[in-house]
């Protein structure tokens, strides 16, 4: 992930999201999914220690690390202060949003109405998270995205393979992936990370 002041930009794509019951699944996940090729992780504030994992890993000058699920300033403030360089939200949040501008952070918080993409913008919004973007799909999106052009728009939850390259032909520039990558056990994070990057790649090159 690459940010010049307003501008927002993927690389691979990917940024893997990771939410486990402990802070050793979650730092045994992302190690290998480091070690698997993504450079841009998000930790969420429903996984234990996430504060710690995020100071852990974002002495990783390779790897992009951030805040996910950011419900409050408070949230915000602890993600800056452990080295997060990105704050996602499920919502708009009048107050994540600000907070994350005002500590020098990407902002990315979830919108799934022109309503809400609206006020993300108006909030100072860098980047929109399309979610739940299974339940809402790539046509949806498109009708979305026409008034408000020129904005990076991020695809989170319920991905496929399947489904990259319609998201990709909607305007989409990043996914948000949690268990397509992880579901399939530690020994499985290589061929899955190998496989979305690849389809990604594909997609774009259409």
Same mark, same amino acid.
């Given at each position: 992930?690459?940010?010049?002041?307003?501008? !927002?930009? /993927?690389?691979?794509?990917?940024?893997?999201?990771? %939410?486990?019951?402990?802070?050793? *699944?979650?730092?045994?996940?992302?190690?290998?999914?480091? =070690?698997? &090729?993504?450079?841009?992780?998000?930790?969420?504030?429903?996984?234990?220690? !996430?504060?710690?994992?995020?100071e852990e890993f974002a002495s990783n000058?390779?790897?992009?690390?951030?805040? &996910?699920?950011?419900?409050?300033?408070?949230h915000v403030l602890s993600g800056k202060?452990?080295?997060?360089? /990105?704050?996602?939200?499920?919502?708009?949040?009048?107050?994540?949003? *600000?907070?994350?501008?005002?500590?020098?952070?990407?902002?990315?918080?979830? !919108? =799934?109405?022109?309503? *809400? !993409?609206?006020?993300?913008? %108006?909030?100072?919004?860098? $980047?929109?998270?399309?979610?739940?973007?299974?339940?809402?799909?790539?046509?949806?999106?498109?009708?979305? %995205?026409?008034?408000?052009?020129?904005?990076?728009? $991020?695809?989170?939850? &319920?991905?496929?393979?399947?489904?990259?390259?319609?998201?990709?032909?909607?305007?989409?520039?990043? /996914?948000?992936?949690?268990?397509?990558?992880?579901?399939?056990?530690?020994?499985?994070?290589?061929?899955?990370?190998?496989?979305?990057?690849?389809?990604? =790649?594909? =997609?774009?090159?259409?």
């Amino acid at each position: 992930m690459v940010s010049n002041n307003s501008e !927002v930009t /993927f690389d691979s794509g990917l940024v893997a999201i990771i %939410r486990t019951k402990t802070a050793d *699944e979650a730092r045994t996940a992302a190690t290998a999914l480091i =070690a698997s &090729g993504v450079d841009v992780i998000e930790f969420t504030t429903t996984t234990p220690a !996430v504060f710690d994992l995020i100071e852990e890993f974002a002495s990783n000058k390779d790897v992009h690390v951030g805040l &996910g699920t950011a419900m409050s300033r408070a949230h915000v403030l602890s993600g800056k202060d452990a080295g997060a360089k /990105f704050v996602i939200s499920p919502h708009v949040s009048q107050e994540v949003i *600000e907070a994350t501008k005002q500590a020098g952070l990407i902002s990315i918080p979830g !919108v =799934a109405s022109p309503t *809400e !993409v609206a006020d993300a913008l %108006r909030f100072g919004a860098d $980047m929109l998270k399309f979610f739940p973007a299974s339940s809402l799909g790539p046509n949806y999106l498109k009708s979305v %995205r026409d008034p408000f052009p020129g904005n990076t728009w $991020m695809a989170t939850g &319920g991905i496929s393979l399947d489904t990259i390259e319609e998201w990709v032909l909607a305007g989409v520039s990043g /996914f948000g992936l949690g268990s397509p990558l992880t579901s399939g056990g530690t020994s499985e994070i290589p061929n899955r990370v190998a496989a979305f990057k690849k389809a990604i =790649a594909t =997609a774009r090159g259409k």
